[in-house]
């Protein structure tokens, strides 16, 4: 259990829809990073918070959003879905250096999305 | 900019073979070189890491060092278990980034391991 927890773990929609997936850090960790894994691009950065602020920036579609909240947890907004965006999304965080980071992510068991 | 390159997939053993799978990359300065492995349903775990060049990473019988002169991080395991089978993935840190650093990931490799 890498204490990243990712909700909900499965989720089937329409095209057009717009759908929110929520991921809580390990316990003290500021950093969130989202990541999408599909068959043909692999694993693909789509965006990095810190302690409430965006951090960096990837492939992130304009139809897609995140926010980090005060208790740190964060959610990624996915909107206007297309069939292509069926995916497994993944959360990870990191500690900070003050808390022996050695560059390593944590990733929570991601959460499955299919657009029907 | 920064960017993993692995072998193509997938490889197919038998149980006891010996197990290279090949990663190179591409970046400015020296990143942190990782290995992380996804069993079937599940997220992505560490296996193992290096942190600067000639380091060797080494956990549950992996290996892998860290060739700054070729830019590759090799995976290697000298007898591998049906329990091995999963997706393997390589992957590198951005070295401009300091800590708290996204990772850039290569396109894994699926590992399937036969009795």
């Known amino acids: 259990d890498s204490g990243v927890t990712q909700t909900p773990k499965h989720l089937i929609t329409a095209t057009g829809q717009r759908v929110t997936l929520r991921c809580s850090p390990r316990s003290g960790d500021l950093s969130v990073y989202w990541y999408q894994q599909s068959l043909d691009q692999g694993l693909q950065f789509l965006i990095q918070?810190?302690?409430?602020?965006?951090?960096a920036k990837g492939n992130i579609l304009e139809r897609f959003s995140a926010q980090q909240f005060p208790d740190l947890h964060s959610e990624l907004n996915l909107s206007s879905l297309e069939l292509g965006d069926s995916a497994l999304y993944f959360c990870?965080?990191?500690?900070?250096?003050?808390?022996?980071?050695?560059?390593?992510?944590?990733f929570g068991e991601g959460s499955r999305l299919t657009v029907l | 900019g920064n960017s993993v390159t692995q072998m193509e997939g997938p490889v197919t053993l038998s149980e006891e073979a010996f197990l290279t799978i090949n990663c190179t990359y591409t970046a400015t300065g020296y990143p942190s070189l990782f290995w992380y492995v996804q069993y079937p349903g599940e997220g992505l775990q560490l296996l193992l890491k290096?942190?600067?060049?000639?380091d060797k990473g080494s956990n549950k019988g992996f290996e892998a060092t860290y060739r700054k002169e070729t830019t590759s991080f090799h995976l290697e395991k000298g007898s591998v278990q049906v329990s091995d089978s999963a997706v393997y993935f390589c992957?590198?840190?951005?070295?401009?980034?300091?800590?708290?650093?996204?990772?850039?990931f290569g396109k894994g490799i699926t590992l399937s391991v036969r009795p």
């Open positions: 992957a590198l840190s951005d070295p401009n980034t300091g800590a708290n650093s996204k990772l850039t």
């Open positions: 290096a942190t600067k060049a000639d």
């Open positions: 990870a965080s990191s500690a900070d250096r003050g808390r022996g980071n050695t560059g390593e992510l944590f």
């Open positions: 918070y810190y302690n409430g602020e965006e951090r």
